[in-house]
């Protein structure tokens, strides 16, 4: 199983950067979780769009959604060159009528996952949890039967985030605000949330996502590590993380 950060940006991307996005592959299958803005044009540095087998989203909010349209427009062009063939199908949490159906596209289809039902798509096995944001908003754990990585997606941080990420080779979490910063009113973790969960949870490794317009990210990586113990990177374009190593 392999992770790829596509964009680790919040809110909008920086110059040449892109929003939320994260590129999973393993045997041939290939998983892209969120699609925000800027994601399209970077992914292509990384992957053809023709071979993109499933989207996950997380949520609704735009930067994690925003290249969803541009997406479903290259599936239709690609279907009509011949390069594809039936519609790709984007999982995602029903969170208001409009938003879930504009899934369905010529080329796409919406389809629904639950948080009670894990969703098998190709080697992995996904798992959810509801987190703690304005928005209803689904963290996710993948799972090929070896190993295990968990994308908090946006969330405030809740204790049982720590139960759903336990154990996992990696923890990918969103850090949208600096140590002693109150991020719970629009559903974000600070620094040393994020460590104090990589903690509980026991994972063998940390990714700081979701990051801020603001600051000096590499105290984000400090703040982090006075309470967890173990590797703890800033997500970045291009950073890979290799399970099969």
């Known amino acids: 199983m392999k992770w790829t950060v596509i964009g680790s940006w ?11 996005c994260y590129l999973v592959e393993q045997d041939g299958f290939t998983l892209v979780i969120d699609l925000g803005s800027g994601a399209l044009s970077r992914l292509q540095q990384y992957i053809d769009l023709s071979d993109i087998d499933a989207v996950v989203i997380s949520h609704f909010h735009h930067d ?6 541009a997406f479903q427009y290259s599936c239709l062009v690609k279907e009509q060159l011949g390069e594809i063939e039936g519609p790709v199908s984007i999982y995602a949490a029903a969170d208001g009528v409009t938003d879930f159906d504009e899934l369905d596209h010529i080329a796409t289809a919406g389809r629904l996952y639950r ?10 096995t996904l798992s959810f949890i509801q987190t703690k ?3 209803s908003c689904h963290a996710i754990r993948v799972e090929n039967g070896e190993s295990a990585v968990v994308y908090t997606a946006d969330t405030a941080f809740f204790p049982e985030l720590a139960g759903f990420a336990k154990g996992s080779d990696l923890l990918i979490a969103e850090s949208s605000f600096y140590d002693g910063m109150d991020g719970s009113g629009p559903g974000h973790m600070t620094s040393t949330e994020c460590g ?6 026991s994972v063998s490794q940390l990714w700081l996502t979701h ?3 603001f600051g000096e990210h590499a105290q984000l990586v400090q703040e982090a590590k006075a309470v967890f113990d173990g590797p703890v990177e800033l ?3 291009g950073l890979v993380f290799d399970l099969r190593r």
């Not at 994690?64 to 349209?69: E, F, L, Q």
């Open 196 to 201: 104090q969960l990589a903690r509980d949870a």
């Open 235 to 237: 997500a970045r374009e």
């Open 64 to 69: 994690h959604v925003a290249d969803i349209g």
């Open 10 to 20: 919040g809110a909008y991307p920086e110059a040449e950067g892109a929003t939320s």
């Open 115 to 124: 948080i009670e039902k894990p969703l098998e798509l190709g080697p992995f």
């Open 211 to 213: 990051l801020p317009h």
């Open 133 to 135: 944001h304005p928005k």
